[in-house]
């Protein structure tokens, strides 16, 4: 018989060490510790894993559970059957319809985790948690991962106890909040990626999605970005996670803004509106330095690296350049390893999904009117703000650049509310009016970037000569730019 259910979970990465001071912080409660083998199973062309599923048997104790996860946030769907073989049934929970019927003796597995699992069950408040540490592997063929995590899973009373008991906990000792499931971590492993940049995934919705569903799956879609780059920079430098890290958080930032009828609460504190934006804010702009150096270096020096002759000092450049870069990337790592971005992320996370917000009227009112009125608007002052590129400050390029990103952050949340081709088109397009204002506006701000940096002389020379090859492509992306945004102009809107 299949035990149909929804688990409402929190997950922490923990280093192992700190593992028994966060289980020393919790409420008191009868302890549990076992060993617990979790085989997990798909198909060759990995028919669950594209389906946003996981099937595992784990056996504990000598019983052997089988156990389908799906979903996404906080809470997932789980079905679970006591079974006696070490293979899965495939006749159980909702398998027959996510597998066809000619796949379904195609289950093999795919790679096991076995964890030692010490386990609590507290009290907090009005609500009934299940504490769970769990230490051990995850291995798939030759390749193995470690694994130390927190889990919180909620028994009975309100999904905001989670959040509060872990940002208590993560007060004994650093958990980072992480959206990726054991099964996620082993699919990665077995594909040779175990922890890798991650750009933020496109949201899927259904035409009859209310207000706050919509935000929420942009944001939750957010978050995992922030979260998995986070981790990824905690580890080693990496140009592309910082690149990632900065995105998901400017276009939460910008879904705030697009959402604000709907999602603004009074107040500033913790788990409010206006907290949620300046952390985010923060966050961002924690990646600027960084993310301005690796465009620098990647797309100004190099090719000028290129050039016969080279400008002079050009030698010097190159190592003051990749020592300011370095000094700025472990800036970033400490930004995503301090309390403070913990704490953001337990509290960001908390709010939208279980801020007051989600019982406004605007919240619960028909996605589909409110994207057409938001894409309206944000349509409408972009075409204002754009109407003279070729006179514009570079102030007012640099505005229009802003109108352009939260358009396009829109248009990528609203898309999947509306059917066909139109809105990928548009996007597109917006897309490449967005490069060549960015490209303006790296003009505009390299010659502070590198007035900051402190250059010896000859590396100063150098870079004096890169700012004025740059600039000497102004003209060429300020014609783009005017081009794109008459096309834009005569795009179907896909929302109409």
């Known amino acids: ?42 198909t060759p062309d990995l028919t669950l894993q594209r389906a946003g599923a996981s099937l ?36 159980l929970g909702p398998l027959p319809e996510l597998l066809p019927e000619g796949a379904r003796g195609e289950l093999k597995p795919a790679f096991h985790v076995r964890v030692t699992r010490r386990q609590r069950l507290v009290r907090y408040g009005d609500a ?43 007060h004994a000792a650093p958990m980072y909040l992480s959206f990726a499931s054991k099964s996620q971590r082993g699919q990665a492993l077995v594909a040779g990626c175990p922890v890798h940049a991650h750009k933020r995934a496109r949201v899927a919705l259904s035409p009859q999605a209310r207000v706050a569903e919509v935000f929420q799956a942009v944001a939750r879609s957010a978050l995992q970005s922030i979260a998995a780059n986070a981790e990824v920079l905690r580890q080693r430098p990496d ?27 009074g107040g500033d504190g913790p788990g409010s509106f206006a907290h949620a934006k300046a952390e985010l804010r923060w966050l961002a702009k924690s990646c600027d330095r960084a993310r301005n150096l690796d465009v620098f270096i990647a797309e100004t020096l190099g090719p000028a690296e290129n050039l016969e002759p080279k400008p002079r000092g050009l030698a010097a450049l190159r190592p003051a350049l990749e020592a300011a870069r370095d000094k700025a990337h472990a800036d970033v790592a400490r930004t995503v390893s301090s309390a403070r971005f913990r704490d953001l992320l337990i509290t960001v996370t908390g709010w939208v999904d279980t801020g007051g917000w989600i019982d406004s009227e605007a919240a619960r009112g028909p996605a589909r009117a409110f ?126």
């Open 239 to 265: 140009p592309d996670a910082v690149h990632q890290l900065r995105v998901a958080a400017r276009a939460l930032r910008s879904a705030l803004s697009t959402f604000r009828e709907a999602v603004e609460e």
């Open 371 to 496: 994207a057409r009125k938001v894409l309206d608007r944000r349509r409408r002052r972009l075409l204002r703000d754009a109407s003279a590129l070729e006179t514009a400050t570079d102030a007012e390029r640099h505005a229009a650049r802003i109108d352009a990103k939260k358009l396009r952050y829109a248009a990528e949340g609203f898309e999947g509310l509306f059917r066909g081709k139109a809105a990928r088109r548009f996007i597109e397009q917006q897309k490449a009016l967005q490069d060549e204002l960015g490209a303006l506006n790296d003009l505009a701000t390299a010659e502070a970037l590198l007035a900051q940096l402190d250059l010896p002389p000859e590396a100063a020379f150098a870079a004096g000569e890169l700012v004025g090859l740059k600039a000497a492509a102004k003209d060429r992306h300020i014609a783009a730019a005017v081009a794109a945004i008459k096309a834009l102009k005569k795009a179907e809107v896909f929302w109409a």
């Open 128 to 170: 009934e948690i299940e504490l769970a540490l769990d230490e051990g592997e995850v291995r798939g063929g030759k390749r193995a991962s470690a694994i130390s995590e927190v889990e919180l899973e909620l028994k009975s009373g309100a999904p905001k106890a989670l959040f509060g008991l872990a940002r208590e906990l993560s």
């Open 1 to 42: 018989m299949t035990r149909q259910s929804q688990e409402i979970e929190l997950k922490f990465l923990c280093a192992p060490d700190d593992l028994g001071r966060i289980l020393a912080a919790a409420p008191a409660g009868a302890d549990d510790t076992r060993e617990l083998i979790s085989v997990y199973f798909d």
């Open 56 to 91: 595992r048997v784990r056996e504990s104790r000598g019983q052997r559970v089988q156990t389908l996860k799906r979903g996404d946030g906080l809470a997932r769907e789980e079905h679970e059957s006591a079974i006696a073989s070490d293979a899965p049934d495939p006749s």
